[in-house]
């Protein structure tokens, strides 16, 4: 790990300044990514802004009926508060299915969201990746891709997005909210919130030079069935091949956002126009363009079994 300096933001505005001033600084909540980064010399700040004291640790209902989860929300106490879990409770199976007890004990909902893709070539600093290394290439094409993006690829980067609570967030249309270096504030929709790969797959979210996410809104309650559903190798503890979150209503319409499948938390809204004609028909309209290789072609048929279990589950 290379040398690095240390404060503690005093107020969100400092915080954004002192990232905005420092073209190598991060912010530092929970750690439970970047640390990670950090030990393999992935990530390199030369200075880490601790916003922990700043207050942004809670869950509160608006008067029009949303609900603000504030950015260093852990994990664990999202996952079950008693207001998510009836209400989002998408959102609240989508956490539990994600990483180990004590690592959701520390991950914050910033963090969460902003997590970096677990490409095991972004991860092996002796192979090419653009991701890590603009420009350098990428060894996931042509190399072995079964944990791999089928659709809103690029020549230069086919990995994934790695959150499962982002593909909660997705289906419910969350507005990730934020301060700018120079303290004026704005709402970004989660659907605008991430990036395609392109030709610049390191940049990753909308976000400017210190813009910091202060919390994170949920519209107000869209009532129906919340199913989360999650398929890969071992029974916890592991990333997803494919995911599947979706709020069904009793008439067979809904929304529904995959993850294991792309750049960033998956959603079309055509497919959700097609929940009421069935599994197949969604499916295809998730993934008209899909471009699978060899080794993850599996994940198109896996994703409209997988919706398909989720609407039979929702019809009871």
Not at 100 to 117: D, E
Not at 155 to 174: E, K, N, Q, V, Y
Request: with cysteine; proline share 5%; glycine share 8%.
């Amino acid at each position: 790990m290379k040398a690095f300096t240390y404060e503690r933001a005093s107020s969100i505005e400092a915080a954004a300044k002192a990232a905005a001033s420092n073209s190598d600084a991060k912010f530092i909540a929970g750690g439970t990514n970047l640390l990670d980064l950090m030990k393999l010399e992935i990530e390199t700040p030369t200075h880490l802004i601790d916003v922990n004291g700043l207050g942004l640790d809670k869950i509160e209902q608006t008067p029009d009926g949303s609900l603000r989860i504030g950015a260093l929300v852990r994990n664990t106490d999202l996952a079950s508060d008693t207001i998510v879990r009836r209400d989002y409770g998408l959102l609240s199976r989508a956490l539990v299915a994600g990483a180990s007890g004590q690592l959701r004990n520390k991950a914050t909902t910033a963090g969460n969201l902003l997590q970096r893709t677990r490409c095991p070539y972004f991860y092996d600093t002796n192979q090419p990746c653009n991701k890590r290394q603009p420009g350098s290439g990428c060894s996931a094409i042509g190399g072995y891709s079964r944990q791999h993006a089928v659709i809103g690829v690029s020549d230069a980067c086919i990995a994934t997005h790695p959150s499962d609570m982002a593909i909660a967030m997705r289906a419910l249309d969350a507005t990730v909210e934020t301060v700018k270096s120079d303290g004026t504030r704005r709402s970004i929709p989660i659907a605008d919130f991430y990036r395609l790969p392109g030709d610049t797959p390191h940049i990753e979210t909308s976000l400017e030079k210190g813009e910091f996410i202060t919390s994170v809104l949920l519209p107000p309650p869209a009532g129906g069935t919340h199913i989360y559903r999650k398929v890969r190798d071992r029974a916890s503890y592991a990333f997803a091949l494919i995911s599947v979150g979706a709020v069904i209503q009793k008439d067979g319409t809904g929304r529904v956002a995959v993850g294991g499948v792309a750049h960033k938390p998956w959603r079309v809204e055509q497919a959700d126009a097609e929940l009421p004609k069935g599994a197949r028909s969604a499916a295809q309209a998730l993934l008209a363009d899909a471009r699978p290789t060899d080794h993850n072609r599996f994940k198109v048929d896996l994703v409209e079994r997988t919706l398909g279990a989720v609407l039979s589950e929702a019809k009871g």
